[in-house]
């Protein structure tokens, strides 16, 4: 008598398939970060203050799928290393806006040349036209799964489900 299997199969599972892909190019990132004395969730808030100078602890902690607390800790080792500013207080009700100094912009120049890398590794057996369309249909996934709760139907039953984006 066989066993029925009530899960999913890993080797079909697109999610697993993701989360596969994500470990991979987080620990590659890890490695070529490591040496700059950098994490990726270090690389990334630079990133962001780099294109987005002002951000909030909470805007960044966002930014980079970490809770507001972690980031907090993180941006005040920036803060004593010399990579970012922040004013030593805030107006009533406003938050304190991070800045990059120059010291945090070569740190981010380096760290981005070896991010690129590994990116360009990633993606180095894909045509222009295969990473094109993977990136749309990642985009596509992203979309979807933010779509409202309701399985993509807006509130007057709508479809919301992005359809014109996709192949049909």
Avoid: W
Wanted: aromatic share 2%; with cysteine; hydrophobic share 35%.
């Amino acid at each position: 008598m066989s066993q029925k299997r009530s899960g999913i199969e890993l080797d079909t599972s697109l999610g697993y398939l993701l989360k596969e892909a994500s470990t991979a190019l987080r620990l590659a990132m890890e490695e070529v970060l490591r040496p700059l004395g950098m994490t990726v969730t270090h690389y990334s808030c630079l990133e962001l203050l780099a294109q987005r100078p002002g951000m909030s602890n909470s805007e960044l902690a966002r930014g980079a799928f970490v809770t507001r607390q972690s980031m907090n800790v993180l941006l005040q080792a920036l803060e004593r290393d010399g990579h970012v500013t922040r004013p030593a207080e805030a107006a009533v009700g406003k938050v304190l806006p991070a800045r990059l100094t120059p010291r945090g912009r070569e740190s981010l120049r380096e760290a981005s040349a070896a991010v690129r890398a590994v990116e360009s590794r990633m993606l180095g057996g894909m045509s222009d036209g295969e990473q094109a369309e993977a990136f749309r249909l990642l985009q596509g996934m992203i979309r979807s799964l933010r779509d409202d709760s309701d399985g993509g139907h807006g509130s007057d039953g709508s479809d919301q489900s992005h359809g014109s984006d996709r192949k049909g």
